[in-house]
């Protein structure tokens, strides 16, 4: 049996980004890549940064720090 493994581009990346309001930091340097055919789940207590991870994804605000391509 032989096994291949192939190379994908990310379809999402996100590059040591951070984002905070105020003194409150949500997001605190995320780094990630997703690729083709994964399945992620973001978890967390209320205040972890999912849902500003999720809008910095969407373009629905900017990174204070980082890119997210």
């Known amino acids: 049996m032989t096994t291949t493994t192939a190379i994908t581009t990310a379809v999402v990346a996100f ?14 340097g995320l780094t990630l890549a997703l690729h083709p055919g994964e399945t992620v789940a ?19 605000s900017q990174p ?3 890119t997210v391509p």
């Open 15 to 28: 590059d040591q980004v951070s984002k905070g309001f105020g003194d409150v930091r949500a997001v605190d």
């Open 42 to 60: 973001l978890l967390g207590p209320n205040g972890a940064g999912k849902s500003t991870t999720l809008d910095l994804l969407l373009g629905l």
């Open 64 to 66: 204070d720090a980082g």
